[in-house]
């Protein structure tokens, strides 16, 4: 196991036991991240789902299905990526974090996840995650596809949360799709120059159904 690695675990495993906060009560348990540790790349989504929190893994849902074939349109795969989420517990109903929940997960969680592994590019999957990397006040309508700086000095790039793609309709719905595509491609760009010598795509797509399987938790 890489230094990563074994950071990492202990990390999960301190994870696995956090009921720091109430959301914890009303889910099976936290939801961390998935896939590779010395990738440049890092996806920062929202929060965990159903389907997350039944089989522990994070965007393994229908959100994630979608990034994971928007993913492979510009050769990149679940395991040569990092994927994470602002919060680790799914909030009753799926409803949206607030900011208050986001920020004391992400500063208890995320930013230890960050300090680890120190990724060349972030990907913000919607407004909480550019939110807690940005500023409160920014649009993902206007943002989209630009640079920014996070307030830890990573770069950042914030794209349209699969989930949002999957609530648009008709041409929303494929404009929607070539806005990700294209910010996906800017992203990919700024990794593949900061780590030339990184494969960021598998021979065929992973199959997260085949890894997790259903939580007895
Ligand atoms: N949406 C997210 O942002 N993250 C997940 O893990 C699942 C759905």
């Not at 800017?186 to 960021?200: Q, T, V």
Request: hydrophobic share 35%.
């Amino acid at each position: 196991m890489g230094i990563k690695e074994e950071q990492l675990a202990a990390l999960a495993a301190e994870l696995e036991k956090c009921s720091a906060c109430p959301l914890r009560n009303d889910c099976r348990a936290p939801v961390g991240w998935y896939g590779c540790p010395n990738s440049p790349i890092l996806f920062i989504g929202e929060g965990p789902g159903g389907v997350e929190d039944d089989y522990g893994c994070p965007l393994i849902g229908p959100s994630g299905q979608l990034l994971d074939k928007a993913l492979w349109s510009v050769q990149m795969t679940r395991d040569r990526v990092l994927t994470t989420n602002i919060i680790k517990c799914r909030p009753k109903g799926n409803r949206t974090p607030d900011l208050a929940e986001a920020d004391f997960c992400a500063k208890t969680w995320l930013e230890r996840e960050l300090a680890i592994l120190q990724p060349k590019v972030i990907v913000a999957l919607g407004s909480v995650a550019m939110h807690y990397l940005g500023e409160p006040d920014m649009r993902i309508t206007r943002q989209r596809g630009k640079w920014f700086r996070s307030s830890q000095g990573f770069d950042c790039i914030a794209t349209f949360h699969p989930s949002y793609i999957l609530r648009q309709y008709g041409h929303a719905q494929v404009q929607a799709k070539w806005d990700v595509y294209h910010d996906l491609q800017l992203a990919r760009a700024k990794a593949a120059e900061a780590c030339p010598d990184y494969n960021l795509c598998s021979d065929d797509p992973v199959d997260l159904f085949s890894i997790f399987t259903k939580r007895s938790v």
